[in-house]
DNA sequence: ATTTCTCTACCTACTAGTAGGAAGATAAAT
DNA sequence: ATTTATCTTCCTACTAGTAGGTAGAGAAAT
């Protein structure tokens, strides 16, 4: 694990963080040659479109969130123990500022005036979060840890929804602490009576 | 109900539907002007500043919830159905696209950036619909029309939170009837055995 | 007659994006 | 080994357009 970031790396992740504040509009590459000590000129040799540097920063989320969710998958058995695993990551995230709110989340709510490529990849995020849930949730089922009201990939996107709320509130309040009183009782209600 | 509007509420009706379409970076004067057929500078006399504007506005949103969930409560008997009209009242303006999203919502994903005569507005409309929920909910207790795992509040929070990402994620899918989808088990799963 | 409203005309600061070149590293050709 | 050429990265300087906001004149309503 090397700390050696390229120009790029940083560009996108000031970015990120810039987004995760306030949305597409809410940053600009001026902001952005202030932060990393670069000019802006240099930004768009980079990312030559505001368009092109959102887009490749979702894809690079996308990609650290799949690998993410898949290590979660393949280092921890319980799948209630992996959907806490889950929570907790953005429990933490959000306690210390680090990340306090998802890229696509944050997107999301300004989807109607995405540029398309950036609005489908947002659509993608959505698409396979909620997938991994449902697995999740399906594992956990057929192996008796779930008892589900409903099917998996229905309770996935009551989940999905209830984090990303549960996300909103918690900004909202200013309080992080709510994030996770929010969430807990709502994998509580999954789990099945010993 | 008459339908003269006055340049400045036709100002915050335009300013409203471009804040929930992009948020408060969203949208310029030069937006509204275009859009009432009005110039930016006589914008600028109904009201001074951006964020005066945005203001003035959150606080009308505030006011116009607070008439319209204070009529649910007097118009309807039943808590369970009081719920069932807040979500329907939702469920339409989603499908429809006549407020696709809630105002407040949409600026609290802003809150890290936005002036704070606006974020404590927003955390003001935050704290009295959770307030209305939980008395929603312990009313229909009381009565023996809900059975709550938790405390009101708490259980107000969780469906707040719920509501909130069921909006987001019926934008990112570009699918009205995945709010319903989702909500609709929330709010069932608070009602009492018969 | 005075207040209210809208206008034209303008300002400064900032937006994304471009043109063209300099510095340095790397690789190829001599 | 040294020249030559290429590539990457960053720079200064610039463009056209948009941001929020202002000054002051002219209507319009009271």
Same mark, same amino acid.
């Given at each position: 694990m090397k700390s050696i970031a390229s120009t790029s790396e940083k560009i996108l992740d000031i970015a990120q963080s810039l987004i995760v504040a306030g *949305?597409?509009? *809410? !940053?600009s590459y001026a902001d952005i040659s202030a932060a990393i000590g670069i000019r802006k000129a240099s930004i768009h040799h980079h990312f030559p479109t505001k368009a092109e540097l959102v887009s490749v920063l979702v894809g690079r989320y996308r990609q650290q969130t799949e690998t993410g969710l898949k290590s979660l998958r393949e280092g921890i058995s319980s799948p209630a123990e992996q959907l806490q695993a889950y929570v907790s990551y953005w429990h933490s995230c959000i306690r210390d500022a680090s /990340?306090? !709110?998802?890229v696509c989340a944050m997107l999301a709510s300004e989807?109607?005036? /995405?540029p398309e490529d950036v609005a489908s990849q947002v659509r993608g995020h959505f698409h396979s979060l909620a997938g991994w849930l449902a697995s999740v949730l399906r594992a956990g089922t057929e192996n008796g840890f779930f008892q589900l009201d409903k099917q998996p990939e229905e309770e996935a996107q009551i989940l999905m929804a209830s984090v990303h709320g549960a996300m909103l509130s918690a900004r909202a309040f200013g309080d992080p602490g709510l994030f996770i009183a929010i969430v807990a009782p709502q994998i509580a209600r999954l789990q099945a009576p010993d």
């Open positions: *949305g597409y509009n *809410g !940053f /990340l306090p !709110f998802c989807m109607q005036m /995405l």
